[in-house]
């Protein structure tokens, strides 16, 4: 490490993303706000070619934040097979620490030198404590944590779940016997039950390549100089305690949408479908905004049963769907509910979210739509599939009580009538709503100047510059 009044000039960043699904969005960001906090700081960021493709870049691009292609691990016309998704995460985590190691020091080549004397990743990439000590004695590690924070403690807690718990394989002893089980045994974790937690850890595959990543995770995290999470203090006041006291630092830095705003591309027509203009013709609170993300997509009988339920129940909706998805929709659909039904192939979900038209927000639970929603101050339809979304659909509905869930987990025509009737329409979702409205509120006042999130983010360009006590 170089001292003194060198050592700004001299510090390098290293960051590294997990190039899959919209992981690398939370970080980018990140990577920009630090970027433009610490400007004497070199940051260069490392990213599969195919993901770094999908960050929206322009707007006032921080000039020392520069970014480099890392491998895949994927050989020439590579094809996802639809039965084993994980294989193109499994080939990735093969080459990796290799990869980033190449990209590293083709990055301190062109930074005249200037060796890492940071290392900040997403967390799934356990390995890069390891990184980071191969860098140099003392160069911090700072990894992001992307998800929902109670997913985050089932992953630090691993093991005592599965000696409390018990494991067992999928469909196996664990779901059919202690599905209902809560699992207030650990901090934070009342009212939540093991059917919502993370496939991989009591039920599932626990020797995916996935689980064992997430396994060794949680071992690695409390080794961190500092984690940072995308959550704001008042959210989860016991969780956020028990992490703080697991890991040596522990910054709450979110919701990153609003302390970090994405980049707006100066020649890119933000509302290229008109979803905006669209809402703007219609009274307060009315809409129903379906969306689940970029990854997930309902299986077809629950894509139909939803667009019954959509059309039965009267209120207008903004439904976000993927091109090739339309022609799953029932026969005629778009026709007859073309008078108060907007479908677009890509919606700005932060604008729409935002909308005062915008009455309920149809989701997958992401931990980043679930930030986008309370900042926006909209209840939300829970519709989880998948990794930390149970838990957050869980927190949403039964813990903040801004939202709700279906029976049995699963859209049907009926289920999502009333799902949007309780949310839009009674008296139940107009005090769901309220409480949106106070958390958003909440999380708007951390991210102000002297919040509690902006001194956070403060707090981690300390460690960055090599100036914090973390
Ligand atoms: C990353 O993507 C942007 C376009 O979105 C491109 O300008 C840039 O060159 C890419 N970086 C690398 C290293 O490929
Ligand atoms: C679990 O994952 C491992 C490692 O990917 C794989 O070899 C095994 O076949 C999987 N087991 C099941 C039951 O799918």
Redesign the pocket.
């Given at each position: 490490m170089v001292s003194g009044g060198q050592q700004q000039e001299e510090a390098h960043v290293a960051v590294l993303a997990f190039p899959f699904g919209t992981h690398a969005a939370p970080l980018h960001a990140l990577a920009r706000g630090l970027a433009a906090a610490a400007p004497l700081v070199w940051f260069s960021f490392f990213?599969s070619?195919k993901s770094?493709?999908?960050?929206?870049?322009?707007g006032d691009a921080p000039p020392n934040l520069?970014?480099?292609?890392v491998s895949d691990g994927l050989t020439a016309g590579f094809a996802v097979n639809p039965r084993n998704p994980e294989e193109e995460i499994e080939l990735f985590m093969q080459v990796t620490p290799g990869n980033f190691r190449d990209g590293i020091e083709k990055a301190v080549r062109s930074a005249s030198g200037a060796s890492i004397s940071c290392v900040v990743s997403d967390a799934f990439l356990w390995f890069a404590g390891d990184l980071a000590r191969e860098m140099g004695a003392g160069v911090p590690w700072v990894p992001l944590w992307t998800g929902g924070i109670r997913s985050l403690s089932a992953h630090i807690y691993t093991d005592a779940l599965r000696t409390i718990v018990g494991v067992g394989e999928e469909g196996g002893a664990v779901m059919a016997t202690k599905a209902d089980t809560e699992l207030g045994f650990l901090p934070g974790m009342s009212g939540t039950r093991v059917r919502d937690l993370p496939e991989g850890i009591v039920f599932g595959n626990l020797s995916s390549v996935f689980a064992r990543l997430l396994h060794r995770m949680g071992q690695e995290l409390p080794l961190a100089t500092a984690v940072v999470l995308n959550t704001f203090d008042v959210l989860d006041p016991a969780i956020n305690d028990d992490l703080r006291a697991k890991f040596k630092a522990c910054h709450l830095v979110g919701p990153l949408n609003l302390l970090l705003p994405p980049p707006q591309h100066p020649e890119l027509d933000s509302d290229p479908s008109g979803c905006l203009r669209w809402l703007d013709k219609l009274p307060r609170g009315a809409v129903a905004y379906v969306s689940f993300g970029t990854v997930m997509s309902p299986p077809p009988g629950e894509l139909a049963e939803l667009a019954e339920g959509l059309e039965s129940c009267g209120a207008p909706f903004l439904w976000s769907l993927k091109e090739k998805l339309r022609a799953r929709l029932p026969a005629g659909f778009l026709e007859r509910t073309q008078a108060r039904g907007l479908v677009v192939a890509w919606a700005p979900q932060p604008l729409v979210l935002a909308h005062p038209a915008t009455g309920a927000f149809m989701t997958h639970c992401g931990w980043n739509s679930v930030m986008e929603s309370l900042a926006g101050g909209v209840p939300m339809v829970c519709r989880p599939f998948l990794g930390d979304q149970r838990l957050n659909a869980r927190t949403v509905a039964s813990l903040w009580r801004v939202g709700v869930e279906f029976e049995a987990g699963k859209m049907t025509r009926d289920g999502v009538v009333g799902a949007l009737g309780a949310v839009l329409g009674s008296e139940e979702g107009r005090k769901m709503r309220e409480r949106a409205c106070a958390l958003g509120e909440a999380a708007r006042e951390a991210v102000q100047q002297g919040g509690s999130s902006a001194e956070a983010l403060q707090a981690v360009v300390k460690v960055i510059c090599g100036s914090g006590d973390a």
């Open positions: 990213n070619a770094n493709a999908s960050l929206l870049q322009g520069k970014f480099y292609d």
